[in-house]
C-alpha cells in the first residue's frame, strides 16, 4: 500500500505528531511526507518526498500574528499549481493533517482523503469554540483543508468521530517530576519582552525555548534554550509547571504529565482562542496576553492547585487503526460528501 501524509508545517506540534505516528503508519505500508509550511523551526528527518512553503502562520513579537509578512508570503497561484503537480492519483490512501495544497488536489482529481489531526476536530459543532464567534477564523477551520472524511484529535472526546491526543512516547512512559522551574515556550514574544517581566520573578527559575538564540545561554534567573524537541521534553517532564500558547500538543503533554499550565493564546489566532475554552474545563489558567498584570497573575497561577490530568481513552496503535482503516474505506468515497462522514470503524 502507498499512503501520502501532508503535515502542516506552521509551528512545530504538527510535525512532532508525524514523527511519533509515523512507525505505526508504515506498518501499513510505504510512506511519502509532504510536508507544507514554511514556519517551523524544529528539525526532522521524516522521509519528505514533497516540500512546499504553503501557506503559513507567522507571529510578532508581542503575542499576536503578522499579517504583512503572511500577505507577503502567499502565493494562490503558486497553491493551484503545486496542487495541479501532487500526484495524489497514485497513492492508495492520503492522509492530510492540515494542508490545503494537498486538500486541493484530492478535490481536483476527485481523490478521498482523510482529514486527521486536531483542526479535524472542529468539523463538529460540539467541539468547544471561543466566546466570540470569528467567522473567518470558522471559515478557515471548516474549509481549509476539506477532506472525504475526519479523525480528530482534542482533549476530551466531544464527538464520535475524535479521538485522545497523540502524545509522544517518552512522554506516555515519563516520571514527572518536580525540579521547581518554569518551562517557558512562547513563540509569539520576543525573548526581550519575557526577560522584562520573568526577570520580576528573582525567585523563580525559568527554562525559555528560543527560536532566535544558537547556543543555551542564562541571563539571570532565565536559561534561554535553542527549541529542540527532546531538550524540551526533558525540560517540562522535570518541571513544576508550563507557560506556553494554547495549542493543542504542549497543553496535551502538560496536562497528561499533571503539570501546573498557564497558556496565552495568540492574538487573532481562532483555534488557539477556542483551545483555550476547552482548556477552560481542566482548570487551566488563561491569560490574554503579556503586559503589567502579567507578573501578578504568574504569582497567583503557582500558588493555584494544579488542573485536572489529561486521560488517553486511546492508544496511538489503536487511533492509527482507526485511520488506516477508515483511509481503505474512503477509496469508495467520492469528495462531494454533505456534512462529516465519520463512517462506521471495524
Known amino acids: 500500500m502507498k499512503i501520502l501524509y501532508a503535515v502542516q508545517a506552521t509551528g512545530n506540534g504538527h510535525i512532532s505528531r508525524a514523527i511519533e505516528l509515523l512507525p505505526f503508519i508504515q506498518q501499513y505500508g510505504e510512506v511519502d511526507i509532504f510536508l507544507s509550511g514554511s514556519n517551523s523551526h524544529l528539525q526532522t528527518e521524516l522521509p ?24 507577503k508570503d502567499c502565493s494562490i497561484l503558486s497553491v493551484w499549481k503545486e ?7 497514485k497513492y492508495d490512501v492520503v492522509l492530510n493533517d492540515f494542508d490545503c495544497i494537498t486538500a ?11 482529514g486527521f489531526g486536531h483542526q479535524a476536530s472542529f468539523q463538529s459543532n460540539l467541539t468547544p469554540r471561543a466566546p466570540k464567534k470569528d467567522f473567518a477564523g470558522e471559515w478557515v477551520l471548516q474549509h481549509y483543508a476539506k477532506a472525504s472524511a475526519y479523525v480528530g484529535l482534542h482533549f476530551d472526546a466531544y464527538d464520535d468521530f475524535i479521538v485522545s491526543p497523540i502524545l509522544k512516547s517518552n512522554i506516555l512512559t515519563a516520571n514527572s517530576i518536580n525540579k521547581k522551574h518554569i518551562t517557558v515556550y512562547l513563540s509569539h514574544y520576543s525573548d526581550d519582552v519575557l526577560m522584562h517581566y520573568l526577570h520580576q520573578h528573582p525567585d523563580i ?13 542564562r541571563i539571570k534567573n532565565i536559561q534561554f534554550i535553542p527549541i529542540s524537541n527532546d531538550a524540551f521534553t526533558k525540560s517540562m517532564i522535570a518541571s513544576e509547571g508550563v507557560i506556553t500558547g494554547a495549542g493543542f500538543e504542549t497543553p496535551a503533554e502538560a496536562l497528561y504529565l499533571g503539570k501546573k499550565l498557564l497558556c496565552l493564546p495568540i492574538r487573532g ?12 474545563k481542566f482548570g487551566v489558567t488563561i491569560v490574554d496576553k503579556i503586559d503589567t498584570a502579567f507578573v501578578g497573575h504568574v504569582a497567583t497561577w503557582l500558588s493555584s492547585s494544579n488542573p485536572t490530568p489529561l486521560t488517553l481513552q486511546h492508544t496511538t496503535y489503536e487511533i492509527v487503526q482507526r485511520v488506516m482503516e477508515l483511509g481503505r474505506e474512503a477509496k469508495g468515497i467520492s469528495f462531494e460528501v454533505e456534512g462529516v462522514n465519520t463512517m462506521e470503524f471495524i
Open 104 to 114: 486541493l488536489a484530492c478535490k481536483l482529481k476527485g481523490k478521498p482523503s482523510i
Open 48 to 71: 519528505i518526498k514533497y516540500r512546499s512553503k504553503g501557506l503559513s502562520l507567522f507571529y510578532g513579537n508581542k503575542g499576536g500574528l503578522d499579517y504583512w509578512k503572511m500577505l
Open 269 to 280: 489566532q481562532y483555534e488557539q482562542l477556542c483551545n483555550a475554552e476547552a482548556l477552560k
Open 83 to 89: 496542487a495541479q503537480a501532487l500526484p495524489v492519483e
Open 205 to 217: 527559575q525559568f527554562e525559555v525555548f528560543s527560536k532566535k538564540i544558537p547556543v543555551p545561554t
